[in-house]
């Protein structure tokens, strides 16, 4: 008994207590959410979730008590396992309902999962790693260093794009950019980025997206009120239940939207919109303030980290939750298009759920492995690239 309340004080005192106590309250603030949205729908969403949470804080345990620079050695076999969950996509995938791509495989049971989710946690960890190695080769200066980046990324980018998943293409694209730029990458190359993709919107708004995609895009700038009626129905009505809630909303479990179930994946993407019914302006502050603090938490982690390799991938989960939730958030207020982005540890799906857990569990494993020693050496390992700045020209 008393080596495991030992074992437990140390698991604690060596990890980032802050940020397990903003990821539970994250968690248990989604469950009020999702059990009071309950009512709208015939199927149990609090089971699967409850279930994910409880396999995403064991996960998380584990991957914390592992030295992350040890799970970074398998960073191969990581790419070849998600090279094979996406390709997995193109021989068992469905669509799900509410959504309008093929991302999904169907498990026994009737249980749907996600490659995507998982690979961007994997690609958290290898895309750090591969920036490691080119930093320490110094190569990450040079261009054939930046072209094996891009390549890198546009592997997986290219892949869920082909599924129709281009919500996920875009955190990809987002996690990619921050990570170069905090990595080290010259600006010059973010330059010449920016030159070609402002060249290339014309072309990607006439060959690759779809009419449905190009509505979307539109809808946010209706002025006729036309969007309303068709592709801008969801993003309206969300807007609508938000404004409802006033102050102080109308209380858990008595917000006549949300038993209506009129805004569509109420459960899902569009979960902010319960909580700005039922808590009102206060609900969706603390919503925002927690995702806010836990996103401090990751960055502080970042630039406490042992070595660059701990801080890329404290960055990359970083990346990952504060941009998929500003573009949810941003989404349901009609400051963006509706691209099928969850709200991190808020909205229902026991695949997102599980991934942004694993993903806490790498930084908390950063946190729990900072002073590690080096037993080769018999010296404290020290922060090779403590004080390199963000990218140059």
């Known amino acids: 008994m008393q080596k495991a309340i030992k074992g437990l004080t ?225 993003q309206y009505q969300g807007k609508v239940s938000v404004a409802s809630g006033g102050l102080s909303g109308t209380g858990l479990g008595n917000g006549a939207r949300v038993a209506s179930g009129i805004v569509p994946e109420q459960e899902n993407d569009f979960i902010f919109t319960v909580a700005g019914e039922e808590l009102g302006f206060i609900g969706c502050v603390l919503l925002v303030f927690i995702l806010l603090l836990i996103c401090v938490k990751l960055a502080m982690n970042a630039m406490s980290a042992r070595d660059y390799l701990g801080r890329m991938i404290c960055v990359g989960v970083f990346a990952m939750i504060s941009v998929q939730s500003i573009i949810n958030i941003g989404m349901v207020l009609g400051l963006l298009p509706v691209v099928g982005i969850t709200l991190p540890f808020f909205s229902s799906g026991g695949t997102s759920l599980l991934s942004v857990l694993i993903s806490i569990g790498l930084v908390q494993s950063v946190h729990y492995h900072k002073d590690v020693s080096d037993s080769s050496q018999g010296v404290l390992k020290i922060n090779k690239y403590k004080y390199m700045t963000p990218a140059r020209f």
Do not use: C
Not at 21 to 42: H, K, V
Not at 80 to 95: E, P
Not at 121 to 130: A, E, G, N, P, Q
Not at 199 to 216: D, H, T, V
């Open 10 to 234: 140390q698991f604690f005192t060596k990890s980032d207590v802050i940020l397990w106590l903003l990821t539970i309250s994250a968690s248990a603030y989604s469950l009020l959410l999702i059990n009071s949205m309950q009512r709208a729908s015939d199927y149990s969403y609090m089971t699967p979730q409850i279930l994910a949470l409880i396999l995403g804080y064991i996960a998380a345990v584990v991957v914390t008590l592992i030295d992350y620079e040890r799970i970074s050695k398998h960073w191969i076999l990581l790419m070849i396992i998600s090279l094979g969950l996406l390709l997995m996509v193109f021989v068992f995938g469905r669509n799900v309902t509410g959504t309008d791509d093929t991302a999904w495989i169907m498990l026994p049971g009737g249980i749907s999962f996600q490659p995507s989710e998982l690979v961007k946690v994997f690609f958290i960890v290898t895309f750090s790693r591969h920036m490691q190695l080119l930093k320490e080769n110094d190569m990450l200066h040079h261009l054939l260093g930046v072209i094996s980046l891009v390549i890198h990324m546009a592997v997986p980018v290219v892949l869920i794009h082909m599924q129709g998943d281009d919500g996920t293409v875009l955190i990809f694209l987002f996690m990619f950019i921050i990570m170069a730029f905090i990595g080290g990458v010259q600006l010059r190359y973010f330059l010449i980025m920016i030159v070609l993709l402002a060249a290339g919107i014309p072309i990607l708004w006439s060959y690759f997206l779809n009419e449905e995609q190009k509505n979307r895009f539109t809808a946010i700038f209706d002025i006729d009120g036309n969007a309303m009626k068709n592709y801008g129905w969801q």
